[in-house]
Protein backbone atom coordinates (compact mmCIF):
# COMPACT_ATOMS: atom_id res chain seq x y z
CA UNK A 1 0.00 0.00 0.00
CA UNK A 2 2.53 2.28 0.96
CA UNK A 3 5.49 1.86 -1.66
CA UNK A 4 2.96 2.85 -5.15
CA UNK A 5 2.99 7.13 -3.67
CA UNK A 6 6.39 7.38 -3.36
CA UNK A 7 6.83 6.99 -6.72
CA UNK A 8 3.78 8.17 -8.17
CA UNK A 9 4.60 11.68 -6.18
CA UNK A 10 8.32 11.86 -7.42
CA UNK A 11 7.21 11.56 -11.31
CA UNK A 12 4.47 14.12 -10.53
CA UNK A 13 7.30 16.00 -9.11
CA UNK A 14 9.88 15.61 -11.81
CA UNK A 15 7.28 16.42 -13.73
CA UNK A 16 5.87 19.79 -12.54
CA UNK A 17 9.71 21.36 -11.59
CA UNK A 18 10.85 23.65 -14.71
CA UNK A 19 15.13 22.81 -15.61
CA UNK A 20 17.18 24.59 -12.89
CA UNK A 21 18.40 27.99 -15.08
CA UNK A 22 21.20 28.02 -17.10
CA UNK A 23 24.31 29.28 -16.66
CA UNK A 24 25.16 31.76 -18.83
CA UNK A 25 27.67 30.80 -21.41
CA UNK A 26 31.59 31.71 -20.78
CA UNK A 27 31.56 33.27 -24.43
CA UNK A 28 31.65 36.98 -25.52
CA UNK A 29 30.31 37.84 -28.98
CA UNK A 30 31.99 40.42 -31.34
CA UNK A 31 29.44 41.65 -34.03
CA UNK A 32 30.54 44.59 -36.54
CA UNK A 33 26.84 46.50 -38.57
CA UNK A 34 25.03 43.41 -37.31
CA UNK A 35 27.21 40.78 -38.47
CA UNK A 36 29.33 38.15 -35.88
CA UNK A 37 32.71 38.93 -36.42
CA UNK A 38 33.95 36.70 -33.85
CA UNK A 39 32.95 34.83 -30.54
CA UNK A 40 35.34 33.92 -28.19
CA UNK A 41 35.61 32.29 -25.25
CA UNK A 42 37.20 32.28 -21.93
CA UNK A 43 40.24 30.91 -22.83
CA UNK A 44 40.95 32.65 -26.36
CA UNK A 45 40.05 36.07 -24.22
CA UNK A 46 42.52 35.48 -22.03
CA UNK A 47 45.37 34.50 -24.75
CA UNK A 48 44.40 37.68 -26.50
CA UNK A 49 44.62 40.00 -23.34
CA UNK A 50 46.73 38.53 -20.71
CA UNK A 51 45.10 39.08 -17.12
CA UNK A 52 46.15 41.46 -14.66
CA UNK A 53 44.58 42.47 -11.10
CA UNK A 54 42.76 45.81 -11.21
CA UNK A 55 41.88 46.70 -7.29
CA UNK A 56 40.17 49.65 -6.50
CA UNK A 57 36.28 51.54 -5.66
CA UNK A 58 33.34 49.70 -7.15
CA UNK A 59 29.90 51.64 -7.31
CA UNK A 60 28.03 48.94 -7.47
CA UNK A 61 29.34 46.91 -4.30
CA UNK A 62 30.01 50.06 -2.76
CA UNK A 63 33.84 48.85 -1.73
CA UNK A 64 36.65 48.29 -2.33
CA UNK A 65 36.98 45.13 -4.79
CA UNK A 66 39.99 43.15 -6.47
CA UNK A 67 39.73 41.41 -9.93
CA UNK A 68 41.09 39.28 -12.21
CA UNK A 69 40.87 41.16 -15.62
CA UNK A 70 41.54 41.77 -18.96
CA UNK A 71 42.58 45.21 -20.23
CA UNK A 72 39.96 45.83 -22.98
CA UNK A 73 41.88 47.00 -25.69
CA UNK A 74 43.62 43.97 -26.59
CA UNK A 75 40.48 41.97 -27.19
CA UNK A 76 39.17 44.41 -29.57
CA UNK A 77 42.15 44.47 -31.40
CA UNK A 78 41.93 40.60 -31.54
CA UNK A 79 38.30 40.49 -32.10
CA UNK A 80 37.84 42.86 -34.72
CA UNK A 81 41.88 43.75 -36.13
CA UNK A 82 41.92 47.22 -35.38
CA UNK A 83 40.79 49.68 -32.00
CA UNK A 84 39.55 52.77 -33.45
CA UNK A 85 38.32 55.13 -31.35
CA UNK A 86 36.27 57.60 -33.99
CA UNK A 87 33.91 54.20 -34.13
CA UNK A 88 31.19 53.95 -32.00
CA UNK A 89 30.15 50.52 -29.77
CA UNK A 90 27.31 49.37 -28.15
CA UNK A 91 27.89 46.57 -25.10
CA UNK A 92 24.79 44.52 -24.98
CA UNK A 93 24.57 42.12 -21.47
CA UNK A 94 22.61 39.01 -20.81
CA UNK A 95 19.55 40.99 -18.97
CA UNK A 96 18.81 43.25 -21.77
CA UNK A 97 21.42 46.29 -20.22
CA UNK A 98 22.52 47.74 -23.88
CA UNK A 99 24.90 50.58 -23.68
CA UNK A 100 26.00 52.67 -26.37
CA UNK A 101 29.93 54.14 -26.08
CA UNK A 102 31.64 56.07 -28.10
CA UNK A 103 35.24 54.18 -29.05
CA UNK A 104 36.67 57.30 -27.57
CA UNK A 105 35.60 56.47 -23.91
CA UNK A 106 35.31 52.51 -24.91
CA UNK A 107 39.13 52.38 -25.21
CA UNK A 108 40.42 54.83 -22.69
CA UNK A 109 43.50 53.25 -20.55
CA UNK A 110 41.76 51.84 -17.76
CA UNK A 111 38.77 49.81 -19.10
CA UNK A 112 39.03 45.93 -18.30
CA UNK A 113 36.98 43.25 -18.81
CA UNK A 114 36.71 41.28 -15.07
CA UNK A 115 36.66 37.05 -15.97
CA UNK A 116 37.08 36.79 -11.52
CA UNK A 117 36.16 38.01 -8.41
CA UNK A 118 39.51 37.70 -6.49
CA UNK A 119 37.58 37.61 -2.82
CA UNK A 120 34.43 35.59 -3.36
CA UNK A 121 34.66 32.20 -5.28
CA UNK A 122 32.22 32.35 -8.22
CA UNK A 123 31.72 35.50 -7.97
CA UNK A 124 29.67 38.11 -4.98
CA UNK A 125 26.36 39.02 -6.38
CA UNK A 126 25.69 42.05 -7.47
CA UNK A 127 22.75 44.70 -7.64
CA UNK A 128 19.18 45.20 -6.99
CA UNK A 129 18.34 41.73 -8.03
CA UNK A 130 21.43 39.84 -6.42
CA UNK A 131 22.54 38.57 -10.01
CA UNK A 132 26.04 36.39 -11.23
CA UNK A 133 27.98 39.25 -12.18
CA UNK A 134 30.19 36.46 -14.60
CA UNK A 135 31.62 35.30 -16.69
CA UNK A 136 32.08 39.02 -17.86
CA UNK A 137 31.60 42.07 -15.86
CA UNK A 138 33.05 45.05 -17.46
CA UNK A 139 35.38 47.24 -14.70
CA UNK A 140 37.39 50.80 -15.20
CA UNK A 141 40.85 50.91 -12.89
CA UNK A 142 41.15 54.54 -12.56
CA UNK A 143 39.86 56.33 -9.84
CA UNK A 144 38.29 59.00 -12.05
CA UNK A 145 36.64 56.25 -13.94
CA UNK A 146 33.98 55.89 -11.20
CA UNK A 147 30.90 56.89 -12.00
CA UNK A 148 28.49 55.00 -13.51
CA UNK A 149 26.82 57.69 -15.90
CA UNK A 150 29.80 58.29 -17.43
CA UNK A 151 31.87 54.88 -17.35
CA UNK A 152 29.02 52.22 -17.08
CA UNK A 153 30.10 48.61 -15.90
CA UNK A 154 27.79 45.91 -17.49
CA UNK A 155 27.42 42.85 -16.02
CA UNK A 156 27.02 39.43 -18.04
CA UNK A 157 28.47 40.95 -20.50
CA UNK A 158 27.23 39.06 -23.90
CA UNK A 159 28.61 40.98 -26.81
CA UNK A 160 30.31 44.32 -28.02
CA UNK A 161 29.11 45.37 -31.49
CA UNK A 162 30.69 48.04 -33.55
CA UNK A 163 27.56 50.14 -35.22
CA UNK A 164 26.69 53.77 -34.89
CA UNK A 165 23.86 54.80 -32.60
CA UNK A 166 21.89 55.64 -35.41
CA UNK A 167 22.21 52.27 -36.67
CA UNK A 168 20.92 50.58 -34.08
CA UNK A 169 18.11 52.97 -32.64
CA UNK A 170 16.64 54.73 -35.69
CA UNK A 171 13.35 54.58 -34.19
CA UNK A 172 14.37 56.84 -31.07
CA UNK A 173 15.44 60.31 -33.02
CA UNK A 174 13.07 62.67 -32.64
CA UNK A 175 13.51 63.74 -36.23
CA UNK A 176 15.47 67.10 -37.51
CA UNK A 177 12.18 69.09 -37.64
CA UNK A 178 11.81 68.61 -33.53
CA UNK A 179 12.04 71.31 -31.33
CA UNK A 180 15.33 72.21 -30.22
CA UNK A 181 14.45 71.21 -26.04
CA UNK A 182 13.03 67.32 -27.37
CA UNK A 183 16.37 66.79 -29.50
CA UNK A 184 18.19 68.30 -26.39
CA UNK A 185 16.32 65.81 -23.99
CA UNK A 186 17.08 62.67 -26.93
CA UNK A 187 20.51 63.62 -25.78
CA UNK A 188 20.31 63.10 -23.05
CA UNK A 189 17.99 59.76 -23.04
CA UNK A 190 20.87 58.58 -25.26
CA UNK A 191 23.42 58.96 -22.81
CA UNK A 192 21.44 58.18 -19.53
CA UNK A 193 18.31 56.48 -20.50
CA UNK A 194 18.52 53.90 -23.59
CA UNK A 195 20.92 51.53 -22.04
CA UNK A 196 17.68 50.39 -19.40
CA UNK A 197 14.61 51.68 -21.08
CA UNK A 198 13.59 51.44 -25.09
CA UNK A 199 11.69 53.94 -27.17
CA UNK A 200 9.35 52.54 -30.03
CA UNK A 201 11.20 49.36 -28.82
CA UNK A 202 14.74 49.67 -29.70
CA UNK A 203 17.08 50.36 -26.29
CA UNK A 204 17.66 48.42 -23.24
CA UNK A 205 15.25 46.06 -21.67
CA UNK A 206 16.17 46.45 -18.32
CA UNK A 207 13.14 49.12 -17.34
CA UNK A 208 9.91 49.82 -19.22
CA UNK A 209 9.55 50.39 -22.93
CA UNK A 210 8.57 54.76 -22.26
CA UNK A 211 7.07 54.93 -25.96
CA UNK A 212 4.66 52.62 -27.26
CA UNK A 213 1.95 51.43 -26.86
CA UNK A 214 1.12 54.13 -24.86
CA UNK A 215 3.65 57.07 -24.49
CA UNK A 216 4.88 57.52 -20.26
CA UNK A 217 3.37 61.25 -20.95
CA UNK A 218 -0.04 59.62 -21.79
CA UNK A 219 -0.56 58.25 -18.23
CA UNK A 220 1.50 59.74 -15.99
CA UNK A 221 1.48 63.64 -15.16
CA UNK A 222 4.93 65.36 -16.26
CA UNK A 223 5.38 66.44 -12.58
CA UNK A 224 5.24 62.78 -11.66
CA UNK A 225 7.41 61.73 -14.17
CA UNK A 226 10.05 64.13 -13.82
CA UNK A 227 10.53 63.69 -9.91
CA UNK A 228 10.24 59.66 -10.66
CA UNK A 229 13.24 60.43 -12.76
CA UNK A 230 15.56 62.25 -10.10
CA UNK A 231 14.32 59.84 -7.59
CA UNK A 232 12.48 56.73 -8.12
CA UNK A 233 12.98 55.10 -5.02
CA UNK A 234 10.91 58.13 -3.74
CA UNK A 235 7.91 56.44 -4.55
CA UNK A 236 8.86 52.61 -4.81
CA UNK A 237 12.28 50.15 -4.21
CA UNK A 238 12.50 49.55 -7.57
CA UNK A 239 15.26 49.08 -9.69
CA UNK A 240 15.89 52.47 -11.16
CA UNK A 241 18.82 54.34 -10.13
CA UNK A 242 18.59 58.22 -9.14
CA UNK A 243 19.44 61.42 -11.14
CA UNK A 244 20.41 63.60 -8.90
CA UNK A 245 22.54 65.68 -11.70
CA UNK A 246 20.03 66.20 -13.94
CA UNK A 247 18.85 69.83 -13.40
CA UNK A 248 14.81 70.94 -13.92
CA UNK A 249 16.05 72.09 -17.44
CA UNK A 250 17.07 68.84 -18.01
CA UNK A 251 14.10 67.13 -16.99
CA UNK A 252 11.80 69.39 -19.03
CA UNK A 253 14.30 68.64 -22.15
CA UNK A 254 13.53 64.97 -21.28
CA UNK A 255 9.59 65.46 -20.93
CA UNK A 256 9.85 67.23 -24.41
CA UNK A 257 11.73 64.86 -26.28
CA UNK A 258 8.86 62.16 -24.66
CA UNK A 259 6.30 64.47 -26.26
CA UNK A 260 7.67 64.36 -29.44
CA UNK A 261 8.26 60.97 -29.56
CA UNK A 262 4.71 59.85 -28.16
CA UNK A 263 3.86 61.98 -31.79
CA UNK A 264 6.11 59.24 -33.34
CA UNK A 265 4.85 55.59 -32.46
CA UNK A 266 7.07 52.54 -34.25
CA UNK A 267 5.43 49.41 -32.85
CA UNK A 268 6.11 46.44 -34.57
CA UNK A 269 4.49 44.39 -32.33
CA UNK A 270 1.38 45.79 -32.63
CA UNK A 271 0.75 44.99 -36.28
CA UNK A 272 0.72 40.86 -34.74
C1 LIG B 1 19.86 50.86 -14.61
C2 LIG B 1 18.65 50.90 -15.38
C3 LIG B 1 17.90 52.20 -15.53
C4 LIG B 1 18.35 53.43 -15.95
C5 LIG B 1 19.78 53.82 -16.29
C6 LIG B 1 17.18 54.28 -16.05
N1 LIG B 1 16.06 53.59 -15.69
FE1 LIG B 1 14.15 54.31 -15.65
N2 LIG B 1 13.50 52.57 -14.84
C7 LIG B 1 14.27 51.43 -14.66
C8 LIG B 1 13.45 50.39 -14.09
C9 LIG B 1 13.92 48.99 -13.75
C10 LIG B 1 12.15 50.93 -13.93
C11 LIG B 1 10.93 50.22 -13.40
C12 LIG B 1 10.60 50.64 -12.03
C13 LIG B 1 11.70 50.47 -11.03
O1 LIG B 1 12.23 49.36 -10.89
O2 LIG B 1 12.05 51.46 -10.38
C14 LIG B 1 12.22 52.31 -14.41
C15 LIG B 1 11.14 53.18 -14.44
C16 LIG B 1 11.14 54.41 -15.09
C17 LIG B 1 9.99 55.28 -15.23
C18 LIG B 1 8.62 55.03 -14.62
C19 LIG B 1 7.77 54.18 -15.47
C20 LIG B 1 6.47 54.01 -14.73
O3 LIG B 1 5.49 54.59 -15.13
O4 LIG B 1 6.43 53.30 -13.73
C21 LIG B 1 10.41 56.38 -15.94
C22 LIG B 1 9.56 57.57 -16.36
C23 LIG B 1 11.80 56.20 -16.23
N3 LIG B 1 12.22 55.00 -15.69
C24 LIG B 1 12.59 57.08 -16.94
C25 LIG B 1 13.98 57.02 -17.02
C26 LIG B 1 14.80 58.06 -17.59
C27 LIG B 1 14.28 59.32 -18.25
C28 LIG B 1 16.09 57.64 -17.46
C29 LIG B 1 17.35 58.37 -17.86
C30 LIG B 1 17.56 59.64 -17.25
C31 LIG B 1 16.08 56.34 -16.81
N4 LIG B 1 14.78 56.01 -16.55
C32 LIG B 1 17.22 55.59 -16.50
C33 LIG B 1 15.61 51.29 -14.96
C34 LIG B 1 16.45 52.32 -15.36
Redesign the pocket.
Known sequence: MSRPWPLAFLALSLACSSPPPASPPARLRFVRDSVEVKTLDRDALLRASPPVLVQGYDPYYGKEKRFRALPLRPLIVAAFGEARDDLHYVLRAQDGYTVPLPGKRLLEEGAHLAVEDMEVPGWQPIGPQQANPGPFYLVWSKPHQRELESHPRPWQLASVEIAAFEAVFPATDPGKEAPEGARRGYA??RE??V???AINRQGGR???E?NVPQS?VEY?PAAQ?KA??RN?LQF?Y????P?PG?SEGDLDD?LSYFQTMSGRKQDPEAKR
Open positions: TYLCRCHVGPLIRIYIPRGNMPHLL
